[in-house]
């Protein structure tokens, strides 16, 4: 809520609370009432939102913003048909696309999972959620180290009280891997409003509000790999209980979430350490906070969130948490103007992280270089090649006209400002080394001479495989088959200036034939006598001989 129309803002402020600014305020027509997070893009950087109300058919819209310039486009209307009413956030998956689950809507009317490709806006349902595979998501979708998608439906499963599932992004297929069971069973907990977090590379964390057996929700573990549910934590109604939200991980390796409800009727800052499974409730909020949202911890190490109610106003209020000392502090208080009843994450702009790499695994290049960019939150791009040339496209192709060891370095900003800057050192030869050879004889019986030819360009050394366990270093070389068989030939070239090499291999190059060996045998009646000398010759060469050629001695 609040803001210029009171249905809600988008706002900007210091992380020390100062220069707080509505940056823009919701309409009916293009959306309001947002709910969820903003998430940012890291391949065009822009931010990325839904709200669950509003836009052409009222039923919510997906905008992006550009916090340069302020600039808010509604790029999807929601239409019941493919979705209604989302409450969480979008997520952008490694392939690019951006994923995301609306409450309502669909086919059955219990929501839909569905993409968005940033590049076109292109809006596609992947999943209709029927009951049996859940119902009425609330949370977002998470990616896990395996590559899939991992989400929770507050209704739906076998025992209609939610489920786990996941979301195969290659083959479009949704998996339910657990359905909760209430306040005992297997699979304990229920409900569930929030999302999933993996703990580095392993397990996934999550709560539900209800379920367990105090019906307080539950906290719990899924480990990816053979998808074994483990119940860490029920919540006390008596204390802290009915997460509304999800876990964040910390720098020092613990988890920290809130609950809506604690002893003092207000909510909880709770702490739990995975590497020994212990909880701990560190603040109990006495002024009527009930927060709805996820911490995030910032650069300089501090947790924030946002409380949908409280603080000075009752319209809630941007808090800091000290995990160090277990401090709070309210750095905005909402005042209806400025902004009322947030219910979501705060977002911190990330910076762009340049990796680049050439299209070889060698510095050896030919005279054309692809360079392939893989930064992420970028949105420009500045490449210097090292020759005193430039370009600002994102993966170019350059030409260098001579032999070099260039430093290539890339420029990479955001619409925020933030800028990265990465240099690598290539070796680029515009003559690559190329191995190439030819054979005088490539069939005969053995032993079988043969003569190679090196043909190669670029190169300053060379290993010849003959293929009958002999090798050779000469340029070129001869060398002599001694027993039946079909051989390969491979030569290895090298330029040992420059570093390249190249290979070159004949299969079944040399066929030394299984035959017997030919034997020319020969006598004459006479030997010597008076000119003219006439000599009779009789051939007594092997049978297997089928053709001949004599010589005389007087040409």
């Known amino acids: 809520g ?39 893009s890291y391949s065009n950087s822009r931010l990325y939102g839904m709200t669950q109300l509003g836009g052409a058919n009222l039923v919510g819209v997906i905008f992006s913003f550009d916090p340069i310039d302020s600039v808010y486009t509604d790029i999807h209307d929601f239409n019941v048909t493919d979705g209604s009413t989302p409450m969480g956030n979008l997520f952008q998956a490694s392939n690019g696309l951006l994923y995301g689950m609306t409450q309502f809507g669909g086919s059955f009317g219990k929501g839909v999972l569905f993409r968005l490709d940033p590049t076109n806006n292109a809006y596609t349902v992947m999943v209709n959620f029927s009951g049996t595979n859940g ?18 439906t507050k209704q739906g499963g076998t025992n209609n ?17 657990i359905s909760f069971t209430g306040n005992n069973g297997t699979h304990p907990g229920s409900n569930p409003l929030a999302s999933l977090i993996q703990y580095g590379d392993s397990a996934i964390y999550g709560m539900t509000r209800l379920g367990g057996s105090g019906n307080s929700g539950v906290m719990f573990s899924l480990n990816p790999i053979n998808n074994t549910y483990t119940l860490l934590y029920q919540f006390n109604t ?3 209980h009915y997460p509304n939200a999800g876990l964040t991980t910390a720098t020092n390796g613990r988890l920290y979430g809130m609950t809506s409800g604690g002893a003092n009727l207000s909510g909880t800052i709770f702490q739990f350490d995975p590497s020994i499974n212990v909880m701990a409730t560190l603040i109990n909020f006495g002024g009527g906070e009930h927060p709805k949202g996820n911490f995030i911890q910032a650069g300089n190490g501090l947790l924030y969130c946002q409380i949908d109610s409280g603080g000075t106003n009752g319209f809630g209020k941007i808090l800091m948490f000290d995990p160090g000392n277990n401090t709070i502090a309210t750095i905005i208080n909402f005042d209806g103007v400025n902004g009322s009843h947030p219910w979501g994450d705060i977002t911190i702009p990330r910076c762009p992280v340049i990796k680049f790499h050439a299209d ?11 360079f392939i960019n893989l930064t992420t939150y970028a949105s420009t791009y500045l490449w210097n090649f090292g020759d005193g040339n430039t370009d600002t496209t994102i993966n170019p192709v350059h ?13 990479a900003s955001n619409l925020q400002g933030c800028v990265d800057t990465l240099s690598q ?3 680029f030869v515009t003559h690559p080394t190329i191995a190439s050879f030819y054979a005088d004889t490539l069939i005969g019986c053995p032993a079988l001479t043969v003569y190679f030819q090196n043909t190669s360009q670029y190169a300053t050394s060379y290993h010849w495989y003959f293929g009958d366990g002999a090798q050779s270093t000469l340029s070129n070389p001869g060398h002599i088959y001694a027993a039946t068989a079909a051989y390969d030939v491979r030569l290895y070239a090298i330029d040992t200036i420059n570093g390249c090499n190249d290979t070159m291999i004949f299969r079944n190059y040399i066929h030394v034939l299984q035959t017997a060996p030919v034997t020319a045998s020969f006598t004459n009646d006479v030997n010597t006598g008076c000119t003219p000398l006439t000599l009779n010759f009789t051939n ?16």
Do not use: E
């Open 425 to 427: 050192i290539f070796h």
């Open 135 to 152: 119902s009425y998501p609330n949370g977002s979708l998470i990616q896990a180290t395996n590559g899939l998608l991992y989400g929770m």
């Open 2 to 40: 609040g803001g210029s129309n009171s249905m809600g803002n988008i706002y900007r402020v210091y992380s020390n609370g100062t220069s707080f600014r509505t940056v823009y305020s919701f309409t009916t027509a293009t959306g309001y009432a947002p709910v969820g997070s903003l998430a940012q």
């Open 161 to 177: 009280v939610g489920t786990i599932f996941s979301f195969n992004t290659s083959t479009n297929i949704l998996t339910t891997l």
């Open 399 to 411: 030409t260098y006209g001579f032999d070099a060891i260039d430093t290539v370095t890339l420029i």
């Open 540 to 555: 007594n060469s092997s049978s297997n001989a089928t053709s001949f050629s004599w010589y005389f001695g007087d040409g």
């Open 238 to 240: 008596f204390s802290s």
């Open 360 to 370: 070889t695994t060698t510095y050896c290049k030919p005279l054309h270089s692809i």
